[in-house]
């Protein structure tokens, strides 16, 4: 365990933070002030920290000073000493009885050394700002850099609203990040260059840390809730057609609202996945219905035949330049939102014709609308997607994968004819986009009944049934194909597909109960084949 022991003159807001979050399981042997009333001392105590101090006599040397500080540390057990606006310059015989000693810095080191930083940074006119936690050195501010961190630098900016935000978001998160190197013995100081190096702190896909750069597009009327604040950030740097980036078409309709944004991110990512037209409706982020045809127009009519019920009040995304004909059928039910790469101007007139339909250009064109409007979406860029959670953020591989009929295997006795393989490889890239517990019925190119978001996956069978058996219009689940998000764990879910007419299934298989699975398919002369994958979607 690394032990630390911290000076501070004052209140030492970062060693209490320290203290409260435990870096790499390093914790305070001792706090000393040369201050003997210094906030900071309490704070210790209240934690259960040992306390020191050691003021400064009038007209006592700093080696005299220093050396009652080494006699004060000399009773605990420390490897590591961090400074927290210790208002001392600490000499050479002090850094060299100590351990490694380290302070923290409220500017972008070199830049702004000093005790007036964020005085000097809002004369500048720097536009980003941050803190370094470095070694310290008898040269002030002048030591080896052990990391960074940054912040942005805003018009409105004071010293004292600069100098809280640097606290907050940038020492709060680089100093305990500086002392988990040091108690994972993740750090090197070379005595002979003055530079360090930090084992692990690697570039690439997934780094080592981050550094995250947005500006902010748009404050939302609210977030998903009336009485949540929202906005929306923009990254400049996609180049893959987005919701976030493309042009609304129709001025003076109320702008988008989180859900508007969240929900048309998923239905755009969904008909993504297909080269032939294909059009989708969505709804709370799941499908309400998809489908690809030979027209954009039937792929819409079959999707929204689906479940016409759930898609009132949805987002209809489409891969194509939407046409006259579809957007007559857009239009002829409530809708909040279309999205397609591009527009004719007779289908604009009918789109924007519906005061409140948002209609949304992701064409990766020049921006132009009308017949010189790109007809089809561009190339999938964005390798990975991420979530923030309290505490931090989850970043993950997109799942681009989706199986050919090689990668098939079948497990049953029946074999899938040619046009079961099709509509299995359709239904599984729908259901990469149906929140798990996930199951969907899909006929031909066209989903039949979807039933998502399930804490069993059995409940998940039986309502793709009912949505496919009550509100499907001009279908049915007889005959139909049933694609499973993950394996079965019980033969109970076959059973219920077998009794709502599923003739075929693909899922990823795995379960220590695929033997059971199987036989039951067998029982009921489905088709079965196994993927080898799953496709959960928490999000």
């Not at 720097?126 to 370094?132: A, D, E, K, M, N």
């Not at 809730?225 to 400049?236: I, L, M």
């Not at 591989?397 to 490889?425: G, I, K, N, Y």
Request: with cysteine.
């Amino acid at each position: 365990m690394l032990r630390i022991a911290g000076l501070a003159s004052n209140r030492g807001r970062n060693l209490r933070h320290i203290a409260d979050t435990a870096p790499g399981g390093a914790e305070l042997a001792v706090v000393l002030s040369n201050h003997d009333d210094a906030p900071v001392l309490d704070a210790a105590a209240e934690r259960g920290i040992p306390t020191e101090s050691v003021e400064r006599d009038e007209g006592e040397s700093r080696e005299s000073h220093e050396r009652r500080i080494l006699d004060a540390l000399d009773d605990y057990e420390f490897d590591l000493v961090c400074l927290d606006g210790y208002m001392r310059v600490l000499t050479t015989e002090f850094l060299d009885a100590a351990p490694t000693t380290l302070n923290v810095h409220p500017s972008l080191l070199p830049a702004f050394p000093g005790n007036d930083a964020h005085e000097q940074v809002l004369d500048s006119g720097v536009r980003t700002t941050g803190c370094t936690v470095h070694v310290v050195t008898e040269e002030v501010d002048a030591g080896p850099i052990v990391t960074q961190e940054a912040v942005p630098v805003f018009e409105d900016d004071d010293a004292a609203s600069l100098k809280e935000r640097v606290l907050y978001d940038a020492e709060f998160a680089a100093y305990p990040r500086a002392v988990r190197l040091f108690a994972e013995d993740r750090v090197t100081v070379d005595a002979e260059t003055g530079r360090v190096s930090v084992e692990g702190d690697e570039g690439g896909d997934l780094p080592s840390r981050r550094v995250v750069s947005e500006r902010r597009g748009d404050t939302l009327r609210y977030g998903e809730n009336p009485h949540q604040d929202a906005a929306v950030y923009v990254d400049d740097a996609c180049e893959e057609a987005n919701v976030v980036s493309a042009p609304q078409l129709n001025e003076g309709a109320k702008a988008l609202s989180y859900n508007n944004y969240n929900d048309a991110d998923g239905a755009l990512s969904l008909i993504k996945e297909f080269d032939d037209p294909a059009a989708a409706v969505i709804k709370h982020t799941n499908p309400a219905g998809c489908a690809t045809a030979d027209t954009l127009s039937e792929a819409y009519e079959r999707a929204l035949s689906t479940d016409p019920m759930s898609a009132f009040g949805g987002i209809v995304a489409l891969n194509r330049e939407c046409d006259a004909e579809t957007a007559e059928l857009v239009v002829d039910s409530f809708k909040e939102v279309v999205v397609a790469p591009g527009y004719t101007d007779d289908a604009l007139s009918v789109l924007t014709g519906k005061k409140n339909l948002r209609v949304l250009d992701v064409g990766r064109g020049d921006g132009r609308t009308g017949e010189s409007a790109r007809s089809e979406l561009g190339e999938i860029s964005e390798r990975f997607t991420e979530k923030p959670i309290v505490g931090g953020r989850l970043v993950q591989e997109r799942d681009l994968w989706s199986p050919t009929v090689d990668d098939l295997e079948v497990v049953t006795e029946r074999e899938p004819t040619d046009e079961q393989l099709e509509t299995m490889l359709f239904a599984w890239k729908v259901l990469k986009h149906v929140k798990s517990n996930g199951i969907l019925f899909a006929d031909g190119t066209e989903t039949v009944g979807v039933g998502m978001g399930q804490v069993s996956r059995v409940d998940a069978v039986r309502l793709a049934a009912m949505k496919a058996e009550e509100h499907a219009e001009g279908k049915s689940a007889e005959g139909a194909v049933m694609a499973s998000d993950a394996f079965f764990p019980f033969p109970d879910g076959v059973e219920e597909a077998a009794e709502a007419g599923i003739d075929a299934v693909i899922q990823p298989g795995g379960s220590v109960n695929d033997d059971d699975v199987v036989a039951a398919a067998d029982e009921h002369d489905m088709v079965m084949v196994f993927t080898g994958r799953r496709c959960f979607r928490h999000d």
